[in-house]
């Protein structure tokens, strides 16, 4: 067991009080403060996973004034995932169950969304394989995500991530939307940026997986 110099000193001169005392000083020092579930960071992300409840009612509420309501309620789920982490960092609020709370957020709304739209056919059956390459990935690097922080390995999000989840929030912002939304045809757009966001997809997986092996060698 690894001891102090102080320690070392007063064991050497042949003080076993003065020993003692570090012992018991050691023993006695506080514990750390637990952390709070309530913070501001952690209060938002709970309100973005409020947002999965409100993504399950769209195929009752199809219509354009709807889909605008809830494309927005989306878009601002996906501007709060940018907030709380900023606030927890600012803060110095970043606790356990905000680092899982934050991903999983993320996953729930865009599995939720993704397939709601595949069910009720805004985005059609020849794409469903985008739906499943994108869901299946967010489960993968997750779980890669979970075996490298076991073997103390960091996996941070790198540029392409952050590219990927941009485009994915913009097809399924406009895939919400649907209909011709400021002029623009927003279907169609979503469609496209759907297709980028699954290219995107599969690069940046390949990436974090290249960069877990090349980090085992």
Wanted: hydrophobic share 55%; no cysteine.
């Amino acid at each position: 067991m690894a001891i102090s110099l102080d320690e070392q000193a007063r064991e050497s001169s042949g003080d076993p009080h003065a020993a003692d005392a570090v012992s018991r000083a050691d023993a006695g020092a506080a514990p750390a403060p637990p952390e709070r579930f309530w913070n501001l960071p952690n209060s938002v992300t709970m309100l973005r996973i409020a947002v999965v409840p409100v993504l399950l009612l769209l195929p009752l509420a199809a219509d354009p004034a709807s889909s605008r309501i809830i494309g927005w309620l989306f878009i601002a789920a996906a501007v709060t995932d940018i907030i709380d982490g900023w606030l927890a960092r600012r803060g110095q609020q970043v606790t356990s169950i905000g680092k899982l709370l934050d991903p999983l957020a993320d996953k729930l709304t865009v599995s939720t969304a993704l397939i709601v739209m595949l069910s009720m056919g805004r985005i059609p059956g020849w794409a469903t394989w985008m739906v499943v390459v994108i869901v299946g990935r967010e489960l993968a690097v997750t779980g890669l995500r979970g075996v490298a922080a076991a073997g103390g390995q960091v996996m941070a999000a790198g540029g392409l991530g952050k590219a990927k989840t941009v485009s994915q929030n913009i097809a399924i912002a406009a895939l919400i939307f649907h209909y011709t939304t400021f002029g623009l045809p927003a279907h169609q757009i979503g469609m496209v940026s759907l297709a980028l966001a699954t290219g995107l997809t599969l690069w940046s997986g390949y990436v974090y997986f290249a960069n877990f092996f090349r980090g085992r060698e």
